[in-house]
């Protein structure tokens, strides 16, 4: 069966485009920089140990991409990568800088109620900014388009 | 500089061994299986990311390996896997077995006030059990062993 985006990863998040297996999506909370890389497995995987070794490597060097990132472009005081899984089954990885400032330190964002939709220029401005870290697609608002 | 564990994990942990380049921990916390891995960098690196690529899959086969142990000792419903660092820098893995039933479920376990420290014949069993899962070393006993 084809790969299909979790309902509620697709309605909580921005689609920016693909990176390696992953689609790579911006969490729609503005409070802080939070990026979610879901590996577009044709099996329904919940779990990381459950992704082949290749595979795995693939979403982890997607990570650390999307690390440099966030350090390069916001400058935050830690990262914080996670993989839950309690609420949304699908296999999703968290990566999100933080800040000694931000609304849920020093506790992870999980437990923090506190949410700010982005404005869409915002979400604009973030998704050209990732352009150059992500694969190239024919149209970077797709996350699912084609890759050269 | 030689690798020294941070304190606070030192006196929050039971020490269960080494497996690549990581220390193996086991939280004092017996609400829920919760291991975590300490790569024994010389350098004092806090981020995933700083890891060379070689350290970084090192770290994450071990993880991998982990989740296999939890998957089949424990049977968990979840396994969540974070690197925080927002309290105590010295990076470290957290890979913890969550079920529906545990206190702090759906949430993450850092955000859980309820503790409960283990028996020290808990203890000694959760080493026992794990040691096949580990590289071999002189003394089970001290996660800073020598290895054969």
Redesign the interface.
């Known amino acids: 069966m084809a790969f299909q985006l979790h309902p509620r990863l697709a309605k909580g998040c921005h689609a920016l485009g693909k990176l390696g297996i992953c689609r790579v999506l911006l969490k729609d909370n503005a409070l802080f920089p939070w990026f979610i890389l879901v590996p577009e497995t044709e099996d329904d995987i ?4 459950h992704l082949s070794e290749e595979d ?2 693939d979403v ?1 060097r997607s ?3 999307i ?2 990132f966030i ?1 390069d472009h916001y400058r935050p005081d ?10 949304v ?1 699908q296999l999703h990885v968290h990566v999100i800088g ?1 800040f000694e400032s931000d609304p849920a ?4 964002v ?2 923090c109620a506190e949410k700010q939709p982005y404005a869409a220029a915002r979400v604009a401005q973030v998704s050209r900014l990732i352009q150059p870290w992500l694969d190239v697609t024919d149209n970077p608002d797709d996350a699912g388009g084609l890759e050269f």
Request: no cysteine; charged share 20%.
């Open positions: 919940t779990e990381f140990h795995a490597s982890m990570v650390r991409r690390s440099h350090d830690k990262i914080n990568i996670g993989m839950l899984g309690n609420q089954p933080r330190w020093p506790a992870g999980w437990s």
